[in-house]
């Protein structure tokens, strides 16, 4: 396999970013039918959410490519906050590789460059959220000493009711 470059993503790359974006999207909604899916408006938007996000010096998007072919890319924010410690937080918002470059370093080497701009922001803390069920990702961010300390929970409302009348 030829080496693996991670940079950072650049207007040429959103075409392909929007592409792997909606494939992770396809990939959580199998691993966990609850998730909320994404309407037509949220995929005709997708584009200028990431030319905006490119554009925001509290954000970094980065790409793994392997001869010169975007397999991957990883997105996080620094958040800023005085209300609550740690003050400064980076978060990592959405990472994703191709199902054929996976087990093969791709995720770990976006991580590492989304944590050297964390260290270069002076982030106290990282987070990130995944969907429970997505066996990956689990299995990804355990190895990395990830410890879940938040669940979120979801209901309609309708059930809710039901269940509120018993």
């Known amino acids: 396999m030829s080496p693996i470059l991670v940079r950072n993503a650049m207007t040429s790359d959103l075409k392909k970013l929007v592409e792997l974006r909606l494939s992770l999207q396809q990939h959580v909604e199998k691993s966990n039918s609850l998730i909320w899916r994404i309407t037509k408006e949220g995929t005709r938007i997708l584009k200028q959410k990431f030319e905006e996000t490119l554009r925001d010096s509290n954000s970094s998007m ?21 209300d609550y410690l740690p003050e ?57 000493r990830f410890k879940p300390i938040i669940t979120t929970a979801s209901i309609r409302p309708e059930e809710l009711k039901k269940r509120l009348m018993l």
């Open 88 to 144: 400064r937080v980076g978060h990592i918002s959405t990472i994703y590789v191709s199902k054929s470059f996976r087990r093969r370093g791709v995720g770990i080497r976006l991580v590492e460059e989304l944590c050297q701009f964390f260290i270069r922001e002076n982030v106290e803390q990282v987070t990130l959220r995944y969907i429970i069920g997505n066996i990956e990702a689990e299995e990804f961010w355990s190895k990395l």
């Open 62 to 82: 980065v790409v793994a490519e392997i001869d010169g072919e975007v397999i991957g890319f990883a997105y996080g924010q620094v958040v800023s906050r005085t």
